[in-house]
T-cell receptor
């Protein structure tokens, strides 16, 4: 049981390049999330998904797109990378333990640098 | 959406001392408050949580208290050890939209000196 995995672990892009970050979970969770973590800013939600084929915007969605074609995978795309997107990106998945309780399981993160 | 504020942003304690991190939230309807620990180079991991019908919950050296009237909750770590050094995040749920979404505080960097 690998939990939540993220690919790649590190990436350096030039401004204007595109890339896709892959998140996979093997826990059969319905909900999946993409966060970015910047110094002093905590975890900010980019996009999330409440089930296969559905996605929604979070707090900071501009410049990113997502897709959830399969329940176990959640992809985050940067169409034209900008230096402001330099960050550590975390994927998470969750389930409902009890009504109103959702434990999120996080991946190890992807460190992205945009030059 | 929910607004979660967390203090302090950094905290240094001597091994064996206690550490307290405090969070406030804005939505009085919120009823579930988790705490996550992030070790260096890893993703956050849930360490303890509390529901709004409970005032305090303990798990060995960590405890969380909740004051619904004042809309704040705190993480207490007793007999701190160097392995407690990490970033700690509090969170509260988004009651107004899709289930499962959490709003996180900005984090507290705890350093425990031997």
């Amino acid at each position: 049981n690998a939990g939540v995995t993220q690919t790649p672990k590190f990436r350096v892009l030039k401004t204007g390049q595109s890339m896709t970050l892959l998140c996979a979970q093997d826990m059969n969770h319905e909900y999946m999330y993409w966060y970015r973590q910047d110094p002093g800013m905590g975890l900010r939600l980019i996009h999330y998904s409440v089930g296969e084929g559905t996605t929604a915007k979070g707090e900071v969605p501009d410049g990113y797109n997502v897709s959830r074609l399969k329940k176990q995978n959640f992809l985050l795309g940067l169409e034209s990378a900008a230096p402001s997107q330099t960050s550590v990106y975390f994927c998470a998945s969750s389930y409902s333990r009890l009504a109103g309780e959702y434990e999120q399981f996080f991946g190890p993160g992807t460190r992205l640098t945009v030059l | 959406g929910e607004n979660v504020e967390q203090h302090p942003s950094t905290l240094s304690v001597q091994e064996g001392d206690s550490a307290v991190i405090k969070c406030t939230y804005s939505d009085s309807a919120s009823n579930y408050f988790p705490w996550y620990k992030q070790e260096l180079g890893k993703g956050p991991q849930l360490i303890i949580d509390i529901r709004s019908n409970v005032g305090e919950k303990k798990d060995q050296r960590i405890a969380v208290t909740l004051n619904k009237t004042a809309k704040h909750f705190s993480l207490h770590i007793t007999e701190t050890q160097p392995e407690d050094s990490a970033v700690y995040f509090c969170a509260a749920p988004d009651r107004g939209s899709t289930l499962g979404r959490l709003y996180f505080g900005r984090g507290t960097q705890l350093t425990v000196w031997p």
